[in-house]
């Protein structure tokens, strides 16, 4: 996993990237709604996308940022943020 922090004139960015496997364009989607887990309805599947991306949504967009997720097999998935410097 590499995370990155920078500035450019008003606003901050952040970046995260899992070089694993991407998570699928369907399902990235799927995720900023918060009603997707990959269990896909077997409660008895542990394994979850959980709602760790969709609060990040929901933290960014009440401070003005944005999030996009992006994935792909060269460089896995990519989630990269941005928000204003000054709240």
């Known amino acids: 996993v590499k995370v ?3 500035a450019k004139n008003n606003n901050a960015f952040f ?3 899992n070089e ?10 799927m995720i900023s ?13 542990k394994d979850s996308y ?3 991306l969709y609060i990040l949504k929901q933290i960014l967009h009440g401070h ?3 999030i996009y ?4 097999e060269e460089s896995g ?8 410097k000054h709240l």
């Open 33 to 45: 709604n918060g009603n997707f887990t990959k269990t896909n309805g077997d409660p008895t599947n």
């Open 4 to 6: 990155s922090i920078s």
């Open 64 to 66: 003005k940022g944005k």
């Open 15 to 17: 970046k995260v990237q």
């Open 77 to 84: 998935t990519v989630v990269k943020n941005t928000f204003p």
């Open 69 to 72: 997720v992006i994935g792909n």
């Open 50 to 52: 959980g709602l760790g």
């Open 20 to 29: 694993g496997p991407p998570i699928p364009e369907r399902i990235q989607e």
